[in-house]
Each structure stands twice: as structure tokens, then as C-alpha cells.
């Protein structure tokens, strides 16, 4: 399989580069997780299925837990919930949120939820909701940057959560740095990739502060200084072969980073070169088919022993523990086969939000039900 090395881009001009010299309270880890104040000393505890359950039906798209213990599960067009350890609180637009489809859950330093939607972005700080930037509202809130930087308390969005500057058309990212909310456009041309339309669809905290942002043509991976791009011509695709179409990015605890694609598969980036992992595993979509491929994922974590984790759109959840893959379906206690999310919680337990709005956590040999 050909492989390349990616380019590098120096940003000059008026894309010249800062690196913020602001301290911040949050931070991440070696596994992409964001580090956040810990407010309470344990996680809340929750209820047993069968006293509670989520009402969600249109699929879980993101997991949360808050500095006080709270978990939180956006859905993918029914608003989001919070669980206290009592009850579920639901909320909507009809309450403020500024989108039903809660892609992103975030936590600021002080103790602020910020929800990066389909239609905005909104802030609640534990009494009522805030919309930062939507789509159908104008930019009083939020600025148009033109100098990347970054510090290890920034939140990040996807740059289509409202309605950023036109000449950009959502093609960057929206950064809070804990006073303003600013949107970056991509310090590329249209054809500074394969193909266009460079719309966000996953971020990824990694080691050494490098932050990848996955866009559907290509991943832009972001030291502070310089960006990396791998597309199609890092990996080496000829015209005919299947695109680029990125929906998840991780980087693993080892620094190696996994792109998953809706239907290129798995890719794996070990800072020289990139490769096809689910070709490597023959478990591309041509030969295995949507149920028993490892072509369509859309979640990517680690669990506390260095395993990785595949949440894919037809095929349930994959195990890759360095050596070989195990696959997870409705057999091993799912009840779906897509799934949206996979979320690494405080005490280290992956949680697991499907197309179906359950949420699951693995026992060690199956899938248990939570809500």
C-alpha cells in the first residue's frame, strides 16, 4: 500500500501564528481526554436500569460527565438530559438550548456546560441557557479570528455549529479561550486538500498539545505552530478508489493517531506514515459486507488497559487490543448495531450511546444496559 509523508504548512502572512500565553484551568491527557476540576470526590452513582430510564429514541450523539458527578447525553434530535444520581431533566429549544441535536458537551473552568449543536452553540450555567452563536442570528457574540493559537484550556467546536462568516461557510473551527468565543476559518485555499467542503465532524486533544480536527476530505492536526494534513494523497488514493469521509479522530495513550471513516475504514497515523488498518485486518466493506466490516466508524476511545474501541454505523463495536480485533454485536447484549459515541468517564468505564438512545457499559465479556 503506498504510503506519504504529510505535508506540512507553515502559516505566514495574515495567518501568521501565536501561541496563547494564557493559563488555563483544563488540560488533557495522554488518552485525549479533557482534564477537568474536580469539584466533588466521587462520581454520582447511578440508578439500576430497572428503576430508570432514558427516553431518548433517536440516538445518543454525545456523553458527559460534570465536575459534580453529573452525566449528560446529548441526543441526536431530541435535546439533552442530566442525570443527577435521582431523575433525568430534559431540555430543549423550547427551554433555550439553541439546537436539538447535541453533538459536543464540554465544561469550562468555572464550572459553565457549553453544547455545540446542530443550530449553535449554547452555555448554561445551572439555571438557564445562553445561545453563544446560532444559525439564525447575527455575530454579536462571537468574532472572526485570524490568528491561530491555542492553550490547554480551550474549548473547541465544530465550525458548523452556527452561522460563521460566508467566504467560510462553516469550513474551520470555533475556539473559546475562557473570555471569547472566536471562530477560525482553516489557513488553507479550496484546493489545499483533495476535495473541498472542510466541515468539522470530530476533535481530538493528543499528546504534546496536538489537537486534530477531522473534516469530512482531510484531518488538520494543529501544534500550536504548524499544521499537518492527511487526505487522500497522504494515503495515496487514486481517483477511483473510496474517498476520504472522516467522522471520528482519536490519538491513543502511544501517540498513534486512528482516523475512522464512513467507508474508507480505519486509518492509522504514526507521525511518517499513514495506513489502511481495516485493509491490513481484511475487513473492508467490498469484502465483508456493512454487518461484519470495520468500514463505517464513527467512535473511537481507549480503555484504562490500552485497548481501543470501534463504535461503527452497521456493524455494533470493535476491540482492538494490539494483537488482534473482537467483535461486539446485538448477540453480546446490544441493541443496536450503530453506534454514535463512546465516552471514558472519571473512574475509567467506557460508556456507549447507540443509534437506538441506550446507553451500555461492557461488563468484561458482554453489554449491560444503564438507561
Known sequence: MKTSIPRQISIICSFALTIGSQSGQGASDANGREARIDRSPETVVEAKPSRVSLRFTSGIRSIFEDSQGRFWFGSHNEGVSRWDGHEFSYYTVADGLSGNQVRTIQEDAAGDLWFGT??????????????????????????????????????????????????????????????????????????????????????????????????????????????????????????????????????????????????????????????????????????????????????????????????????????????????????DGLTSSMVWTIYRDRRDRLWFGLGDGGVYRFNGTSFDKVY
Not at 475562557?178 to 485555499?189: A, N, Y
Open 118 to 331: 446542530g443550530d449553535g452553540i449554547s452555555r448554561f450555567d445551572g439555571k438557564s441557557f445562553t445561545t453563544q452563536v446560532g444559525r439564525n442570528q447575527d455575530e454579536r457574540n462571537v468574532a472572526l479570528g485570524h490568528t491561530w493559537r491555542k492553550d490547554a484550556g480551550d474549548l473547541w467546536f465544530l465550525g458548523d455549529s452556527g452561522k460563521p462568516a460566508a467566504q467560510f461557510n462553516g469550513q474551520g473551527v470555533y475556539r473559546f479561550d475562557g473570555r471569547r468565543l472566536e471562530f477560525l476559518p482553516f489557513p488553507v485555499s479550496a484546493d489545499g486538500v483533495t476535495r473541498g467542503d472542510c466541515r468539522v465532524t470530530a476533535i481530538s486533544r493528543g499528546r504534546n498539545g496536538m489537537i486534530w480536527f477531522g473534516t469530512y476530505p482531510a484531518v488538520f492536526g494543529y501544534d500550536g505552530r504548524n499544521f499537518t494534513i492527511l487526505d487522500d494523497r497522504t494515503l495515496g488514493l487514486a481517483a477511483e478508489e473510496e474517498p476520504f469521509h472522516v467522522r471520528s479522530v482519536f490519538e491513543d495513550s502511544r501517540g498513534v493517531l486512528w482516523i475512522g471513516n464512513n467507508g474508507l475504514g480505519v486509518l492509522r497515523y504514526d507521525g511518517r506514515s499513514l495506513s489502511n488498518f481495516t485493509k491490513q485486518q481484511g475487513l473492508d466493506l467490498k469484502d465483508k459486507g456493512a454487518s461484519e466490516s470495520l468500514s463505517r466508524v464513527f467512535a473511537i476511545a481507549e480503555d484504562a488497559a490500552g485497548n481501543l474501541w470501534f463504535g461503527t454505523r452497521d456493524s455494533g463495536v470493535w476491540r482492538y487490543d494490539g494483537e488482534r480485533l473482537t467483535h461486539f454485536t446485538q448477540r
